[in-house]
């Protein structure tokens, strides 16, 4: 079965054909480097701990005694809806997108709601004062926002230097079947037959990378730099 690039893949092979000095119309590796750029792509979201490439998301939260949200995952670029239901199912129509309250950080353009930021915060249409204590603390798993999160739209918007780390990652393990000794930081016993190998991306890598960590939202274990209040 050939594979296919992932809808999260933001390298294209013809780059990484480009990146490994492999001509354009050679097609034996296809598969194989298809599937290292998948694999590079996921890895590299993992470690910064956030999307690339703008999707949508859906956040269940417990209340904030706010009018802010902080989702997972950043910098959002959208929100398409927010539901409150203290029974938590979300079944009924609990929408506070409507005429009576905009989520704002940015702009707000007719049925959009756009924002550019890392948390929402929801206003009076009428009334441009925050609107305070909108979500009621303590309920558990009672809003559910739905948005959309990244960090470019296409492409051609992901950073330069997010790109060549990722097709940095994708030579490492590209070669990684033609030097065994790639990687290998010690080894053991008379024979040589126990390795001890970097098991994820090369430090080198990494630090390429560091910008780019998600230290505040998402699965960090980090303590949260941002405040939810009014």
Do not use: W
Not at 54 to 80: A, M
Not at 219 to 228: C, D, E, H, L, V
């Amino acid at each position: 079965m050939v594979a296919q690039l992932k809808k999260t893949a933001y390298v294209t092979l013809e780059e990484v054909k480009d990146h490994l000095n492999i001509k354009a119309d050679n097609k034996d590796h296809d598969s194989r480097l298809t599937r290292l750029v998948n694999m590079a792509c996921q890895k590299v979201e993992t470690h910064i701990q956030g999307p690339v490439l703008v999707r949508e998301f859906v956040d269940v939260q417990d209340g904030t005694s706010s009018n802010v949200l902080v989702p997972h995952y950043y910098p959002i670029r959208k929100v398409s809806e927010i539901r409150i239901d203290y029974a938590g199912d979300f079944t009924a129509p609990t929408s506070i997108i409507d005429s009576k309250y905009n989520a704002v950080r940015g702009y707000y353009r007719s049925l959009e709601f756009g924002v550019a930021g890392s948390d929402i915060v929801v206003r009076n249409d009428g009334n441009v004062s925050i609107v305070g204590r909108l979500f009621i603390g303590s309920v558990v798993q009672s809003i559910k926002v739905t948005y959309e999160a990244g960090l470019a739209h296409d492409m051609d918007e992901v950073p330069d230097d997010l790109k060549y780390a990722t097709l940095m990652l994708i030579e490492y393990f590209y070669i990684l079947r033609e030097n065994r000794e790639l990687g290998v930081k010690s080894k053991s016993n008379l024979n040589g037959q126990n390795y001890s190998r970097e098991t994820d991306i090369p430090p080198e890598i990494t630090s390429m990378l560091e910008p780019y960590v998600d230290y505040t939202f998402g699965g960090a274990n980090r303590p949260q730099k941002n405040t939810i209040a009014i």
